[in-house]
């Protein structure tokens, strides 16, 4: 469920009328929910705190690569909730929105040096170790700092799965994680070294998985290989699950629910004793934001195609592009009549950059507003300049009021950021 509804003819984001914030912000414009991300997170929770001895104390730790944006990430910070980080620049995010370094995951298939170095002196929770070169780096790093920071070890239990293959992570032949023997060997160097201290065995397969049985194998292998560890002698209070739990993208769409994967999750541990933590980025963010925008023009061929133009395009919104991702498309105010297939497109010079194909809509017109829902997670996050379009901007709803969370830089900002080399001026 979302709060993003047609009020008097026109959508709103929870009270906010879009064509209001379209005309004040502009267009394109992320717009999301706070009602709906509190939701997401209390429903995930709830599910969670309903299995109390197996998962009572579980940590969800936002995915912050799914929105990063600071006022998401405060709005999530104020609820509870942690972060899965991947880059120095997240954890510094998550910090500066109120989230603690004891609730902050510093994942990730190559952290530099540095980044290691910065995670060990503002504290994060558990470094999740992918591989024996980082292992090795963190070792050194710990014992020139003075640090034992808590590891987990990331397996790759050679089960992918996922919305797509380039979204799928626990695949024989993806970069992530090491396979289950290498992991036991890495966590028994890890053991070994008065640097560090291991506590757990951690996994994420995919992202967009709408079928629990890839998840159930998984997590089995984890207790499996926890197991084993201790019945070695190795100490593992927790364990990390990932995130990767899908979400609907369209009314109709059918994905295994966040009550039901609590429920095998805390099947798979029952008895284990370890604090699980989940990382969850679309799930909490995907259908908490929607992406609106204006139509150009609409271009009719003799043959009768018509192509919806768009103010936005791939490089605001780059799913489709990326991952023939599916996003619905929704009229602000729906007009009267015969519904039109349009195939719908942006302005950047790419022929990736088209939406969909043959999309039935109410019938459109240039100036009119359309939305992409399910566009909160993976949305802002990766969009860019491409064909010198100014970032896309993203607005934080809550109730009534609504904020700018990111502005849309102005033309000057843009060029600002360049210098032209002292022999070309
Ligand atoms: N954890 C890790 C290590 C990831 O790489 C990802 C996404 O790729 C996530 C969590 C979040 O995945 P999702 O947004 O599908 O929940």
């Known amino acids: 469920m979302d709060h993003f509804e047609l009020r008097d003819g026109a959508l709103h984001a929870e009270g906010v009328d879009l064509t209001i914030l379209a005309t004040e912000v502009g267009t394109p414009v992320y717009v999301y929910s706070s009602a709906t991300l509190t939701r997401h997170y209390r429903v995930l929770r709830e599910a969670l705190d309903a299995h109390p001895s197996v998962l009572g104390d579980s940590l969800i730790a936002f995915a912050v690569k799914s929105n990063s944006n600071l006022s998401v990430l405060a709005t999530l910070a104020r609820l509870g909730c942690g972060a899965d980080t991947v880059s120095e620049g997240e954890i510094r995010r998550a910090l500066k929105a109120g989230i603690p370094g004891d609730r902050i995951i510093f994942s990730g298939v190559g952290k530099t040096d540095a980044e290691l170095a910065f995670a060990l002196e503002v504290g994060v929770r558990q470094i999740n170790v992918e591989s024996v070169p980082e292992l090795d780096r963190l070792i050194a790093i710990a014992e020139a700092k003075g640090a034992k920071p808590d590891v987990?070890?990331?397996?790759?239990?050679?089960?992918?799965?996922?919305?797509?293959?380039?979204?799928?992570?626990?695949?024989?032949?993806?970069?992530?994680?090491?396979?289950?023997?290498?992991?036991?060997?890495?966590?028994?160097?890890?053991?070994?070294?008065?640097?560090?201290?291991?506590?757990?065995?951690?996994?994420?397969?995919?992202?967009?998985?709408?079928?629990?049985?890839?998840?159930?194998?998984?997590?089995?292998?984890?207790?499996?290989?926890?197991?084993?560890?201790?019945?070695?002698?190795?100490?593992?209070?927790?364990?990390?699950?990932?995130?990767?739990?899908?979400?609907?993208?369209?009314?109709?769409?059918?994905?295994?629910?966040?009550?039901?994967?609590?429920?095998?999750?805390?099947?798979?541990?029952?008895?284990?004793?370890?604090?699980?933590?989940?990382?969850?980025?679309?799930?909490?963010?995907?259908?908490?934001?929607?992406?609106?925008?204006?139509?150009?023009?609409?271009?009719?061929?003799?043959?009768?195609?018509?192509?919806?133009?768009?103010?936005?395009?791939?490089?605001?919104?780059?799913?489709?592009?990326?991952?023939?991702?599916?996003?619905?498309?929704?009229?602000?105010?729906?007009?009267?009549?015969?519904?039109?297939?349009?195939?719908?497109?942006?302005?950047?010079?790419?022929?990736?950059?088209?939406?969909?194909?043959?999309?039935?809509?109410?019938?459109?017109?240039?100036?009119?507003?359309?939305?992409?829902?399910?566009?909160?997670?993976?949305?802002?996050?990766?969009?860019?300049?491409?064909?010198?379009?100014?970032?896309?901007?993203?607005?934080?709803?809550?109730?009534?009021?609504w904020a700018v969370v990111r502005a849309r830089p102005s033309y000057e900002e843009m060029l600002a950021r360049e210098t032209t080399a002292e022999w070309l001026a």
């Not at 990736?352 to 039935?360: E, K, L, M, V």
């Open 152 to 401: 987990a070890i990331r397996v790759n239990p050679k089960i992918g799965a996922g919305g797509h293959a380039k979204i799928t992570t626990g695949g024989e032949g993806d970069k992530f994680g090491v396979p289950a023997d290498e992991a036991m060997a890495l966590y028994a160097r890890a053991a070994a070294s008065p640097h560090l201290n291991p506590v757990a065995l951690a996994c994420h397969i995919g992202s967009q998985i709408t079928d629990l049985a890839p998840l159930e194998a998984a997590f089995s292998l984890l207790r499996k290989l926890t197991e084993t560890l201790r019945q070695q002698g190795l100490p593992v209070t927790r364990i990390d699950l990932g995130g990767g739990l899908g979400v609907p993208y369209t009314g109709g769409a059918t994905t295994a629910s966040p009550a039901d994967y609590a429920a095998m999750v805390a099947r798979v541990l029952d008895g284990l004793d370890v604090e699980a933590a989940f990382e969850p980025g679309r799930l909490l963010a995907a259908n908490a934001g929607v992406l609106l925008t204006r139509v150009i023009q609409v271009t009719e061929r003799a043959d009768g195609r018509k192509f919806l133009v768009l103010d936005a395009a791939m490089n605001d919104l780059m799913r489709p592009a990326m991952y023939d991702a599916f996003h619905e498309v929704k009229p602000v105010v729906p007009r009267e009549g015969a519904e039109v297939v349009y195939d719908i497109v942006g302005p950047v010079c790419e022929t990736g950059d088209t939406f969909a194909r043959g999309r039935s809509l109410a019938p459109l017109q240039a100036g009119d507003l359309v939305v992409f829902t399910g566009a909160g997670a993976y949305g802002a996050v990766m969009s860019s300049e491409y064909n010198s379009r100014p970032l896309v901007p993203e607005v934080l709803v809550d109730g009534d009021r």
